[in-house]
């Protein structure tokens, strides 16, 4: 899901998962928090894939509810395999409500 994307463009294409980047400003309401208080969404896994390594960053996300917080690689070849072991997981190893 674009960092952009409101909670109610995400239920309308009834996404399984959701990423944004930590670093990119989002308009209202697409905060972890948000997305995660619509029941139509709750279920929706959020993914924050950031170059970031703060410790604040990462227990923001989570403390927001994120369910994962990946860093992104430098590299195209080491970004698609990352994107890729991330889809697999949530799309094909994950049960989700």
Known sequence: MAAHRAPAEV???????????????????????????????AGVPVIVLTTSQSPSDVAFAY???????VRKPNGLDDLIAV???????????????
């Open 83 to 97: 994107t890729c072991a991330i889809r697999d997981f949530w799309v094909g190893a994950a049960t989700l409500p």
């Open 11 to 41: 239920r309308r294409e009834r996404r399984t998962a959701g990423a944004r980047s930590a670093r990119v400003p989002a308009p209202d309401p697409t905060s972890i928090s948000e997305v995660k208080a619509d029941p139509a969404l």
């Open 63 to 69: 403390r927001n509810h994120a369910n994962a917080y």
